[in-house]
């Protein structure tokens, strides 16, 4: 909690010089009412990668299609693969995360964006079963909901691509997929135009 505000600002720090490359075409792009574009024309697809290495070793890959339903919001789904491996309270913890997410994104000005998302995620619990018998490899696979509401802002890098920075809150309190609540997410929008 106390490294987020570090976080936002070194990521703010590398990606402004990038706020201002592709405004024009930017502005451009809002003067075009997306219900004169084709189909093809509003879909976009991205994603976001994530590793972190220590006593957390995590690595994810994140893939998402989206459609641009107005010129503000759009809406899309994705899906999600991590493998995540640490030392929890002396015992070696690993696990294969899969799942799938839906979200909807909402443009208030010019960048700037609001962000919901829906995940579930599978994977294998951190909690041991109460049997005393425990294997520690042993552990059961179990199904867990996720919800993030957020900000974001958006550096177009060109026409086509979009730098996204998104701060992200997990409204599930209990997750054991995610440690640190709010997080930041760096990904991007590619417009397949």
Known sequence: MKRTPLMIAAVLIVFLPFARLGTASAAANDETPVSDLGHRERL???????????????????????????????AGMGGSYQFAS???????????VFGGSTFARFRVY???????????????????PLNPDFDPDDRRSITENNYFAG???????????????????????NSQAYYDNPFLRVGVDVYLR
């Open 110 to 128: 010019n960048n700037v964006f609001l962000h919901a998302e829906f995940e579930r995620l599978r994977l294998q619990s951190r909690l041991p």
């Open 44 to 74: 976009f697809v991205g994603g976001f990668l994530g590793l972190q290495f220590g006593t957390l070793t995590s690595v994810s890959v994140n893939l998402h299609a989206g459609y641009r339903l107005t010129n503000r919001l759009s």
């Open 86 to 96: 640490d030392t929890w309270f002396g015992e070696s913890y690993t696990s294969h």
């Open 151 to 173: 900000a974001g802002y958006g550096f177009p890098v060109s026409d086509r691509i979009r730098l996204n920075l998104l701060l992200l809150y997990n409204f599930n309190e």
